[in-house]
């Protein structure tokens, strides 16, 4: 080998794909959050928290629908509010949560305190027997299910009306309060409510039933729209893509899709069924890895400075 006639070329002709006008710049002492953001590398989940920030207000700006599916941890990490601030402000138009997501909004609304030491009760079977739980919540779904309503509306409707000392905290009266949607999405058995001799299996499924075409329906008006994933890696996400393929199936224009995943890990079924296959034939998807207490408020931060910017 001849190494004096390795070919070479000048830097300045290369394709390169990181320069300094993208890096960091240091955070000073009483700076604005719009500052903070400005600061941000133009790298990987910085960047791409920004333009997912700046894709939800452009969705809402034109009146496309901004969609959170979502598992119960955050609201067991306290993200409640932050929620609820979205809808009020009308930035999430409709909201999906998993089964376990309604026994937490009840609890937090009924007793101000929700999460249970699974550790130190399952030893004994005393698990997810808590009496006030497992008998109102089933009894608001099958009052509100033989009324019409799904399960979202049953328990959101019933929070509200029953004037729980909390009821502020909980999503599900909030959303009853404004008219906006929230589907539940169960199955059956895994959530602490199906334990108790009150739970009604017919009226839990139906119930659910409901809320799946509802979600449908929702989700037919989503082209051009946002839908994040909010740390649901089961439920949430094969729900999605069923909806996603129903309203497509009859006749939706369901496309230029923003689908944002959300978690601290990123699992299969979000990656495939939320992040790739919906926006196959036009969009963009973004995972955004961390806590849910950490990346979730900082991404609403940034949309409200993109609003009012």
Known sequence: MDFEKIRTYSISDRLSKVHLEAFASPHEKGGTFAHFLQNLPRFLAARDLVEVADRIVLARKK??????????????????PVIIDLLQQGIITAVAMNGA???????????????????????????????????????????????????????????????LPNRQISLLAACFRLGIPATVHVAIGTDIIHMHPEAHGASIGEGSLRDFRALTDVVAGLDSG????????????????????????????????????????????????????????????????????????????????????
């Open 63 to 80: 009146g496309s629908p901004v969609i959170l599916g979502m598992g119960a941890h955050a609201l067991k990490v306290g993200l409640s």
């Open 101 to 163: 997501c309604i026994v937490h909004d009840f609890e937090l609304a009924y007793a101000g305190s929700t999460s249970e030491d699974v550790d130190a009760a399952i030893l004994d079977g005393s698990f997810g027997m808590a009496r006030e739980t497992g008998k109102l919540l089933n009894q608001a779904i099958r009052e509100g299910v033989s009324g019409g309503l799904g399960l979202g509306a049953s328990v959101g409707r019933f929070i509200e009306e029953s004037g």
């Open 226 to 309: 946002v839908y994040i994933n909010l740390g649901s890696a089961v439920v949430l996400p094969e729900v999605f893509l069923k909806v996603v393929t129903l309203a497509r199936n009859l006749g939706n224009a369901v496309g230029n899709l923003t689908t944002v995943n959300m978690d601290f890990v990123q699992h299969y079924r979000p990656g495939v069924n939320v992040l790739k296959r919906p926006t196959l034939g036009g969009g963009k998807a973004f995972a955004l890895t961390g806590h849910h207490e950490i990346m979730f408020p900082l991404l609403v931060a940034a949309v409200v400075e993109a609003l009012n910017g």
